[in-house]
């Protein structure tokens, strides 16, 4: 028999699974944006290792979110109003990614463009790797530069 305010169905250490996973995420967030300041004023190679951290911890992120809503005690219990929540800023989130990649890959292809026609690609990394399609290579990925 059950006594007021015990919970039967979810174990304590769920919910304290939960409390670390949110304490690490803010201590997370805090890291990043402690890093934004130092990283904006660093070398290329600060930029990508610190932009490839941002990747990388995004991924797990969005990965668990995705266990998160297929996790039947979850799906059964949160209100529809939080799922909205959750799509309207995902779909924000979405957006921003989308505009960023276009924007990026758009303004990578014309630099390489511009600087293929003036002569200035590294002839060490610029032989664009031919066949991709052939070799079972599809997706997002634009044609690899190699040596």
Request: no cysteine.
């Amino acid at each position: 028999m059950s006594r007021p305010g015990e919970i039967r169905v979810i174990d304590y250490a769920f919910l304290k699974q939960l409390d670390e996973w949110v304490r690490a995420q803010r201590k997370i967030l805090e890291t990043f944006r402690e890093t934004s300041r130092r990283v904006e004023e660093g070398d290329r190679l600060e930029l990508v290792v610190a932009t490839r951290a941002a990747f990388q911890h995004m991924i797990r992120t969005i990965k668990a979110f995705d266990n998160w809503l297929q996790d039947p005690v979850i799906i059964a219990h949160v209100p529809r109003d939080m799922l909205i929540e959750v799509w309207k800023v995902m779909l924000n989130v979405l957006e921003e990614l989308l505009k960023i990649d276009i924007k990026h890959t758009s303004d990578v292809r014309n630099l390489l463009e511009e600087l293929a026609r003036e002569g200035k690609l590294n002839p060490l990394v610029a032989a664009v790797k031919q066949g991709a399609e052939e070799e079972g290579v599809t997706g997002r990925r634009p044609p690899t530069m190699m040596i």
